[in-house]
């Protein structure tokens, strides 16, 4: 299992993901489903891709109900145990406790873009034994 | 393939059975076209929206980061 950011996400759902050097399936979290979600509805109110994105709402469709053959969102609720140790061990907010308890509780690898790494994250990573690397989209 | 074991009612399984019957297929055959069906497994060709969407993935990706940039739950720190 690979957990993908916003970015990769965006690209697998239009099934044009890159070789991610980790085995599939492809999967995101909620917050990460979150972010992607409000950036389309965003973009459709605000008609800032409407050229490029001529049907909004068929778009939003598609990141909120995601084909399963292409990304998985994760419950959250699976992994709480491993957020929270996350977050109380290094003051890391819902979006990198979700992502690195969901790594931990699922034995599964993380890949983002480079645009998506915080500071503090590849020691973070190397700390709890995440396999975790950066991925140009 | 991998085997799997699952419990059905006595209902489920006369209902799987009369629908493989009238299809002419097996109990297995239609567990497994149910579960694709439900679970939208079938992989198909890029529609329209998939491909607006690969060419605004970059873009949609930045608005992310902007609209995150404020919330402390979900910003990149």
């Known amino acids: 299992m690979v957990i993908v950011d916003d970015h990769l996400a965006l690209i697998s759902i239009a099934g044009a993901l890159p070789d991610l050097g980790a085995s599939s399936p492809v999967v995101t979290t909620y917050s990460f489903q979150y972010r992607m979600a409000r950036a389309v509805s965003d973009s459709a109110q605000t008609g800032s891709l409407s050229s490029r994105l001529p049907d909004p709402a068929a778009a939003l469709g598609r990141v909120t109900h995601p084909p399963a053959y292409r990304l998985v969102v994760l419950d959250p609720r699976s992994s709480i145990d491993e957020a929270i140790h996350v977050a109380t061990s290094y003051r890391a907010n819902l979006l990198l406790a979700e992502l690195v308890g969901a790594a931990l509780h699922h034995r599964a690898a993380i890949r983002v873009t480079p645009g998506n790494v915080g500071r503090t994250w590849a020691r973070l990573m190397e700390a709890e034994g995440v396999d975790f690397a950066t991925v140009e989209p | ?77």
């Open chain 2, 1 to 77: 393939m991998r085997r799997t074991n699952i419990y059905l009612t006595d209902v489920e399984q006369a209902a799987l059975d009369a629908r493989a019957a009238a299809e002419g297929s097996t109990r297995s055959e239609v567990v497994r076209s149910i579960v694709d069906q439900e679970l939208n497994l079938r992989p198909d060709e890029q529609s329209d929206v998939d491909l607006a969407l690969a060419e605004t993935a970059a873009g949609l990706a930045e608005r992310a980061r902007e609209l995150s940039r404020d919330d402390v739950d979900l910003h990149i720190t």
